[in-house]
């Protein structure tokens, strides 16, 4: 990294420990807080906010980073991720035995569980979890509805649930049942598989798999978006449309901490929605925010810079790596972008260098010049990717292929974006600017909602528009199952999810399916990396950077980790009295 982004970083490290006095309005709820065992405090609201609103927090439909987070505070599957290391380890589940033939799973459910209190319930009290409703909820996953994204965990993997899928279209009921899901008893659910598959219990933690209640779904129907019923820490209380959400400490919740504390320790979370980054830090400077991610680096280190006094510190700078990537998606399929070499002139055309460095001041992982895994992923080698480092020549020797002298001679072309703060605003003219300035190419940018740019990438209403994606597992698999083909839909009319480059390969579908079928991680791995090798090779996305998280944490709010999925887990985090 050159000068700036390298004093940056350099500067940003110095002050990793520097933090800064105020007074906030946790120093008057302090008084508030009660004492628990081991030294943990029972009390206060903490106070987090996101820049972009939720899509929809009804499990099936949850495809966007903002939604998951809440989530996972208020629904649990079988099994969740541990929130420093991001293994999966048992939630729901009390146990589980996996025969011989690595195909049959038979998991016993803790007793005693019970749902959030709700007015789905007969007088508002929730009832216990039972194997009938893993089963319930498993069975929504195969089954055709336009609110079912998440069939892809069981396709092709769980005995039986291809044929009721396929047997479900149209609103049909099945009459037969998933010959893979058999409740054995009301504690224990018994899951078969079509082929061993080391990453399962992985799948079952994902939010596709989370797990509510029948009464809900027939109650609450469409209404799922936001009346939230699962068996979390956290209930869902107030949802101010756009702008707050409000969650409640679950009295009922089932676990405990290694000190027998009752959890959760907090009475709540405050969720808001500011979509400016400058306001969300005065708000954190105000006391309105216990912590804040992703902020502007310049403002990061000039807050720092100004407040060196560590001995009456309260708030913390943290940085960790992210499974994030940042990219551009072209769609494949119709329009200026069906031409391979075209999509190649627009990677060869862009400095991801220059965009980390003057854009972003350093705040990002490295500039995307491999493929779409990040480097965050532990034992997979991207370095073995071929991408697309910034090529002048290159990009108009592309661009000539397609039949274009210059870029001049295109057709206008709009960059569709949600804006999160400044950030992808400021990058989108990078790469409009230089789109412009290497190749003559003129980019409209239009601006909307992630809830409204994700329906058109869904519905493939575009030709080039921004996209992340936030791994909501950590594998290699999670990044590169966006592009398997065998589930784009032949017609516009119906939706494409994961895949909105509507992106099809054959060579790329057999070795993705490869390594899901490999006996082991390091077979799965080379296939993945030969799979990854031919959707750089096809271009149809442009990579522009991993990302990194930076995060201001009040160093009284204890035990809230921090991790490279950015994975909520509220249940130990606690208010210290003193810092």
Same mark, same amino acid.
């Given at each position: 990294?050159?000068?700036?982004?390298?004093?940056?970083?350099?500067?940003?490290?110095?002050?990793?420990?520097?933090?800064?006095?105020?007074?906030?309005?946790?120093?008057?709820?302090?008084?508030?807080?009660?004492?628990?065992?081991?030294?943990?405090?029972?009390?206060?609201?903490?106070?987090?906010?996101?820049?972009?609103?939720?899509?929809?927090?009804?499990?099936?439909?949850?495809?966007?980073?903002?939604?998951?987070?809440?989530?996972?505070?208020?629904?649990?599957?079988?099994?969740?991720?541990?929130?420093?290391?991001?293994?999966?380890?048992?939630?729901? %589940? +009390?146990? /589980?035995?996996?025969?011989? @033939?690595?195909?049959?799973?038979?998991? &016993?459910?803790? =007793? #005693?569980?019970?749902?959030?209190?709700?007015?789905?319930?007969?007088?508002?009290?929730?009832?216990?979890?039972? %194997? +009938?409703? /893993?089963?319930?909820?498993? @069975?929504?996953?195969?089954?055709?509805? &336009?609110?079912? =994204? #998440?069939?892809?965990?069981?396709?092709?993997?769980?005995?039986?649930?291809?044929?009721?899928?396929?047997?479900? %279209? +149209?609103?049909?009921?099945?009459?037969?049942?998933?010959?893979?899901?058999?409740?054995?008893?009301?504690?224990?659910?018994?899951?078969?598989?079509?082929?061993?598959?080391?990453?399962?219990?992985?799948?079952?933690?994902?939010?596709?798999?989370?797990?509510?209640?029948?009464?809900?779904?027939?109650?609450?129907?469409?209404?799922?978006?936001?009346?939230?019923?699962?068996?979390?820490?956290?209930?869902?209380?107030?949802?101010?449309?756009?702008?707050?959400?409000?969650?409640?400490?679950?009295?009922?919740?089932?676990?405990?901490?290694?000190?027998?504390?009752?959890?959760?320790?907090?009475?709540?979370?405050?969720?808001?929605?500011?979509?400016?980054?400058?306001?969300?830090?005065?708000?954190?400077?105000?006391?309105?925010?216990?912590?804040?991610?992703?902020?502007?680096?310049?403002?990061?280190?000039?807050?720092?810079?100004?407040?060196?006094?560590?001995?009456?510190?309260?708030?913390?700078?943290?940085?960790?790596?992210?499974?994030?990537?940042?990219?551009?998606?072209?769609?494949?399929?119709?329009?200026?972008?069906?031409?391979?070499?075209?999509?190649?002139?627009?990677?060869?055309?862009?400095?991801?260098?220059?965009?980390?460095?003057?854009?972003?001041?350093?705040?990002?992982?490295?500039?995307?010049?491999?493929?779409?895994?990040?480097?965050?992923?532990?034992?997979?080698?991207?370095?073995?990717?071929?991408?697309?480092?910034?090529?002048?020549?290159?990009?108009?020797?592309?661009?000539?292929?397609?039949?274009?002298?210059?870029?001049?001679?295109?057709?206008?072309?709009?960059?569709?974006?949600?804006?999160?703060?400044?950030?992808?605003?400021?990058?989108?003219?990078?790469?409009?600017?230089?789109?412009?300035?290497?190749?003559?190419?003129?980019?409209?940018?239009?601006?909307?909602?992630?809830?409204?740019?994700?329906?058109?990438?869904?519905?493939?209403?575009?030709?080039?528009?921004?996209?992340?994606?936030?791994?909501?597992?950590?594998?290699?698999?999670?990044?590169?199952?966006?592009?398997?083909?065998?589930?784009?839909?032949?017609?516009?009319?119906?939706?494409?999810?994961?895949?909105?480059?509507?992106?099809?390969?054959?060579?790329?579908?057999?070795?993705?399916?490869?390594?899901?079928?490999?006996?082991?991680?390091?077979?799965?791995?080379?296939?993945?990396?030969?799979?990854?090798?031919?959707?750089?090779?096809?271009?149809?996305?442009?990579?522009?950077?991993?990302?990194?998280?930076?995060?201001?944490?009040?160093?009284?709010?204890?035990?809230?980790?921090?991790?490279?999925?950015?994975?909520?887990?509220?249940?130990?985090?606690?208010?210290?009295?003193?810092?």
């Amino acid at each position: 990294m050159q000068a700036r982004g390298i004093n940056t970083r350099i500067l940003i490290g110095a002050f990793c420990a520097l933090l800064w006095s105020c007074k906030t309005n946790s120093d008057t709820e302090s008084a508030s807080l009660k004492e628990a065992k081991g030294g943990k405090m029972y009390g206060g609201i903490l106070k987090v906010n996101q820049t972009e609103y939720i899509r929809s927090l009804y499990p099936l439909e949850i495809v966007d980073v903002y939604s998951y987070r809440v989530a996972t505070l208020v629904y649990e599957g079988l099994f969740k991720f541990n929130p420093n290391d991001l293994t999966p380890e048992p939630a729901l %589940a +009390e146990s /589980v035995d996996i025969d011989e @033939t690595k195909t049959i799973y038979t998991i &016993k459910l803790r =007793q #005693g569980v019970k749902f959030h209190d709700a007015d789905c319930f007969p007088e508002g009290k929730g009832r216990e979890v039972t %194997a +009938e409703d /893993v089963k319930y909820c498993f @069975t929504r996953i195969c089954t055709q509805d &336009k609110k079912n =994204q #998440g069939f892809t965990i069981f396709e092709g993997l769980l005995k039986g649930a291809d044929e009721y899928y396929q047997a479900s %279209a +149209e609103g049909k009921k099945p009459a037969k049942e998933i010959e893979g899901i058999q409740v054995v008893d009301k504690y224990t659910i018994r899951l078969t598989l079509t082929r061993p598959y080391t990453l399962f219990t992985t799948n079952l933690a994902r939010p596709f798999a989370f797990i509510y209640p029948k009464e809900a779904v027939e109650k609450y129907k469409d209404e799922m978006r936001i009346k939230a019923v699962g068996t979390g820490a956290f209930m869902v209380s107030k949802v101010d449309e756009g702008a707050l959400i409000i969650l409640k400490k679950n009295p009922n919740y089932y676990r405990k901490d290694e000190h027998g504390n009752q959890l959760p320790f907090l009475d709540g979370v405050r969720i808001s929605f500011i979509k400016e980054k400058k306001t969300e830090l005065l708000e954190f400077e105000k006391g309105g925010l216990d912590m804040v991610s992703r902020l502007p680096t310049e403002e990061i280190i000039e807050i720092l810079s100004k407040n060196k006094d560590t001995a009456n510190r309260k708030f913390e700078l943290e940085r960790v790596p992210e499974m994030t990537t940042q990219y551009m998606v072209f769609m494949t399929q119709k329009g200026l972008f069906k031409d391979v070499n075209l999509r190649k002139a627009f990677s060869f055309a862009i400095n991801r260098q220059e965009i980390l460095e003057a854009v972003l001041n350093g705040e990002g992982e490295a500039p995307g010049e491999k493929g779409v895994v990040p480097p965050a992923l532990k034992n997979y080698d991207i370095e073995k990717i071929r991408g697309y480092e910034f090529n002048v020549d290159s990009a108009l020797f592309y661009l000539k292929k397609a039949g274009y002298a210059d870029g001049s001679k295109l057709p206008a072309i709009t960059l569709h974006i949600s804006p999160e703060g400044d950030r992808h605003i400021n990058v989108a003219q990078a790469v409009a600017r230089q789109l412009k300035d290497n190749l003559g190419v003129e980019i409209t940018i239009q601006q909307q909602t992630l809830a409204q740019l994700v329906e058109r990438g869904l519905k493939g209403e575009f030709e080039f528009m921004r996209m992340a994606y936030y791994a909501d597992y950590p594998s290699p698999e999670n990044f590169l199952w966006l592009f398997w083909g065998k589930k784009v839909p032949n017609s516009f009319e119906e939706k494409s999810y994961p895949n909105m480059p509507r992106f099809r390969n054959v060579k790329y579908d057999e070795y993705y399916e490869k390594g899901l079928q490999a006996n082991s991680m390091e077979e799965a791995y080379e296939y993945f990396r030969q799979a990854e090798q031919i959707l750089m090779n096809e271009a149809p996305i442009l990579v522009l950077w991993y990302d990194e998280i930076y995060r201001l944490r009040k160093l009284n709010l204890k035990d809230c980790p921090i991790n490279a999925m950015q994975y909520w887990d509220f249940s130990k985090t606690y208010f210290s009295k003193t810092k």
